[in-house]
């Protein structure tokens, strides 16, 4: 619940608007565990918790043998444990019911540390709102400047391309609609390769699938976790106690939401506008380019890969170099999603593609060289 909703929120007025509230009943000889309950709050919930202390449960032990004061309230030795079990628990209870009443007074009977601290806590929270506000514009503003996609169509345009379709939602492998803070979430933890793994056997299974159906390339323990965060965005429904089933349904490939992902890392980590699963009409391979992104004035074009190298064919390669002189970019990139090694296949294929398409007698064989030694994204076969 608290993953959900968050600490509770109170407005200018001290109204409650949104958030956890937990309420805990006090028990006689400590069977409600209090204090193991308050710490099991502050160290797995949050410090921040808002917490109403109960005292409803008043057994009427020996009732008869206690005088009341004149307003029928019992006097203090009830309170007293050789009259109750465990009588400090309820005495305890009685004054903290007692300050809480006394903090919700905006004017009785509260000390003046008591009123500045209430004055403190509401000038917090409209801090927070304005922060809150300034972050929805902030972001406003960058999807107004990275979201346009205008300049890379103007710089296609200029080449005598026009762009037929673009960006399709319905093929990605979550609900386009989720809030953007999800979508931004989901954007990180797309950098971590387990789970684009764990999402390829999501895929596979995405009508029901289990958490150890999905250990294949991490831990039980880190599949849970990518579920229950998957599940709490609403991108993956809980299909019993232990099966989900994904929200969008079918899947047919990664393709799509890998290719998002690369765009968004343009937009994100470069400033950048970019398209994916971009359509061209009247080219000769096909139109179809996976990322296409306009950097400093600059177009560059990704081709984008999510199988393992074995499922790169000679053809495809041949299609990428087609595609790089149908739409002249100033950079072009084949994004190969693996942690595996590309010299047995990769390497060979462009170095292949390279001497069928060079004039010996005239130009070099440019070498397929490594650029990158190390990366958490990709493997990038290039050349010079």
Not at 2 to 27: F, N, P, T
Not at 288 to 313: C, F, M, Q, T
Request: hydrophobic share 35%; aromatic share 10%; proline share 5%.
């Amino acid at each position: 619940m608290h993953r959900q909703v968050g600490d509770l929120k109170i407005d200018s007025r001290g109204i409650a608007e949104r958030g956890l509230l937990i309420r805990h009943l006090v028990m006689p000889s400590g069977v409600a565990s209090s204090e193991s309950v308050l710490k099991f709050i502050a160290e797995e919930i949050s410090v921040d918790s808002y917490v109403n202390i109960m005292q409803q449960y008043r057994p009427e032990y020996e009732a008869d043998q206690h005088r009341r004061s004149t307003d029928g309230s019992p006097t203090r030795s009830m309170w007293k444990p050789s009259s109750w079990p465990n009588g400090s628990i309820f005495t305890a209870a009685s004054n903290l019911d007692r300050v809480v009443q006394e903090t919700r007074d905006p004017v009785g009977t509260r000390s003046t540390q008591s009123i500045k601290l209430h004055k403190l806590l509401l000038e917090i929270e409209s801090l927070k709102r304005q922060l809150r506000c300034l972050s929805r514009e902030i972001e406003s503003i960058k999807a107004v400047l990275f979201e346009d996609p205008s300049p890379v169509e103007k710089v296609l345009k200029m080449r005598g391309m026009e762009v037929f379709q673009k960006n399709p939602t319905d093929q990605l492998f979550f609900p386009f609609d989720i809030p953007a803070v999800y979508r931004t979430k989901f954007y990180e933890m797309l950098k971590k390769y387990s789970f684009r793994l764990v999402l390829r056997d999501m895929i596979k299974r995405q009508d029901r699938f289990h958490v150890q159906d999905l250990t294949h390339y991490c831990t039980p323990k880190v599949a849970r976790k990518y579920c229950e965060l998957l599940s709490d965005m609403g991108i993956i429904v809980r299909n019993g106690r232990e099966s989900f089933r994904t929200a969008i349904s079918p899947l047919y490939s990664f393709g799509p939401t890998l290719e998002w992902f690369v765009a968004e890392m343009f937009k994100r980590a470069f400033a950048s506008p970019a398209l994916y699963c971009v359509t061209v009409k009247g080219t000769p391979s096909g139109g179809d380019y996976d990322v296409i992104a306009s950097w400093n004035r600059r177009l560059v074009y990704v081709e984008v890969k999510s199988s393992p190298p074995k499922g790169v064919e000679q053809s495809e390669v041949t299609t990428f170099f087609s595609r790089i002189e149908e739409l002249q970019p100033d950079v072009a990139i084949l994004f190969e999603d693996t942690q595996l090694r590309m010299k047995d296949k990769l390497v060979v294929l462009f170095e292949e593609e390279l001497k069928k398409r060079s004039d010996e007698e005239s130009a070099p064989l440019y070498a397929v060289e490594r650029l990158v030694m190390k990366s958490s994204i990709s493997g990038i076969a290039s050349f010079s």
